[in-house]
Structures are given as structure tokens and as C-alpha cells.
């Protein structure tokens, strides 16, 4: 079945450094638009970074510098590093993948459960 499984979080102190991953199944990563997005307790989600299929990556202005985004086809997962990290940074992170056409129609929609990560000393 379709399914995309995030893991990876915890506890961070300030200034530290974490790797979260998406696994997916049931479908290959490399078809697809892979994008993190993060929720902070009663904020709204917003987009962290996205990755292409053709492998061109975008970041939000407030992790410019500090995340990076790559792809392991043959273990067909994403994985999102995150560094220097802050407080601010303290959310629930979720894995989308999106398959979109040329046309910029929607064709499949997928979401993980999410994994927490709370920076904190």
C-alpha cells in the first residue's frame, strides 16, 4: 500500500544538529515532488523545503543556510538535515509527496504521520 513514514526526531539542544527521513512505499520517490512542511504547537503549517524530481531544491527564508535536502533512490527515501538549530525550530515535521504534471494538475497527494522535533537546553 501507499504509505510514507517519517522517523528521525527528538530532542535537540540549541545550536545542534538532526536528520529526519521519509520512507515511502508503494510508490518511487524519484516520480514524485518531496516536501517537508512543519507545524509548531497552534501555529499554522508551513513549507520548510521542497525537492524536485528533476532534483532542484527549494527552502523557506528561515532555514536558508542551515537545512539541506537529498534523495536515496535505491532506499526510496528523502531525508531533510537540519543544523544550527533554534528553538524557533520546534515543530512536528511531515513528508509530502506530491505527483503533478506538466499542466500543473494534481494527480496523487500523499502525507506521513509526522515526527516531532523539539529544540531545547
Known amino acids: 500500500q501507499v504509505q510514507l513514514v517519517e522517523s528521525g526526531g527528538g530532542l535537540v539542544q540549541p545550536g545542534g544538529s538532526v536528520r529526519v527521513s521519509c520512507a515511502a512505499s508503494g510508490f518511487s520517490v524519484s516520480d514524485y515532488v518531496l516536501t517537508w512542511y512543519r507545524q509548531a504547537a497552534e501555529k499554522e503549517r508551513e513549507l520548510v523545503a521542497a525537492l524536485k524530481t528533476g532534483g532542484m531544491t527549494d527552502f523557506a527564508d528561515s532555514v536558508k543556510g542551515r537545512f539541506t535536502l537529498s534523495r536515496d533512490n535505491a532506499k526510496n527515501t528523502v531525508y531533510l538535515q537540519m543544523n544550527s538549530l533554534k528553538p524557533e525550530d520546534t515543530a512536528v515535521y511531515y513528508c509530502?509527496?506530491?505527483?503533478?504534471?506538466?499542466?500543473?494538475?494534481?494527480?496523487?497527494?500523499?502525507w506521513g504521520q509526522g515526527t516531532q522535533v523539539t529544540v531545547s537546553s
Open positions: 509530502n509527496a506530491k505527483l503533478i504534471v506538466e499542466s500543473g494538475r494534481l494527480l496523487a497527494d500523499y
